[in-house]
T-cell receptor, first 106, second 110 residues
Framework: GIQVEQSPPDLILQEGANSTLRCNFS?????LQWFHQNPWGQLINLFY???GTKQNGRLSATTVATERYSLLYISSSQTTDSGVYFC????????FGTGTSLTVIP | KAGVTQTPRYLIKTRGQQVTLSCSPISGHRSVSWYQQTPGQGLQFLFE???????NKGNFPGRFSGRQFSNSRSEMNVSTLELGDSALYLCASSLGYEQFFGPGTRLTVL
């Protein structure tokens, strides 16, 4: 299967700081998505981004498919950004990374 | 448009019992996938159904099974429950490649 590695595993930020989360994957993929898992377990779609760059408010993402990585940028972080961020890629099935646990402190 | 719904949201069972979880996809979505999330193993793919046929299967024992109905609703069943089956079970529906997840069913096996 496709290996998906996320870094860093844990991140603690002061409110207002910026951060970059990285996702490396081991093979060509049809799909790449970023999710935020809330404290109740639901996966919230952030980006569907198999290639290119997208922005949504304070969040943006870039996927360089030829180099097999994606980056999620969070600017001006808020306490509500806390949680686990997952990258997932699709080959013949959906493969998840192990996540980045983000804590934003006031 | 309503999102993916899963029932029940919480479930407590004892070892040896069986359990059935239900998932209703977003209207118009024909693909439904199931995932298990545990602290030790992370998020793992169980299986995918499309138009009532299992299209893909992860690496889980035969105790885990599923089906999909003609209205695209899906159920998964776990027989002879083990303590290690305690997990959050997530269902996702898709029209193309993008997946949308339900709130999950948290299963505790005692």
């Amino acid at each position: 299967g496709i290996q998906v590695e996320q870094s860093p595993p844990d991140l603690i930020l002061q409110e207002g700081a910026n951060s970059t989360l990285r996702c490396n994957f081991s093979d060509s993929v049809n799909n790449l998505q970023w999710f935020h898992q809330n404290p109740w377990g639901q996966l919230i779609n952030l980006f569907y981004i198999p290639s290119g760059t997208k922005q949504n408010g304070r969040l943006s993402a870039t996927t360089v498919a030829t180099e097999r990585y994606s980056l999620l940028y969070i600017s001006s972080s808020q306490t509500t950004d806390s949680g686990v961020y997952f990258c997932a890629v699709a080959g013949n099935q959906f493969y998840f990374g192990t996540g980045t646990s983000l804590t934003v402190i006031p | 448009k309503a999102g993916v719904t899963q029932t029940p949201r919480y479930l407590i069972k004892t070892r040896g019992q069986q359990v059935t979880l239900s998932c209703s996809p977003i209207s118009g979505h024909r693909s439904v996938s199931w995932y298990q999330q545990t602290p030790g193993q992370g998020l793992q793919f169980l299986f995918e159904y499309f138009s009532e046929t299992q299209r893909n299967k992860g690496n889980f024992p035969g105790r885990f099974s599923g089906r999909q109905f003609s209205n695209s609703r899906s159920e998964m069943n776990v027989s002879t429950l083990e303590l290690g089956d305690s997990a959050l079970y997530l269902c996702a529906s898709s029209l193309g490649y993008e997946q949308f997840f339900g709130p999950g069913t948290r299963l505790t096996v005692l």
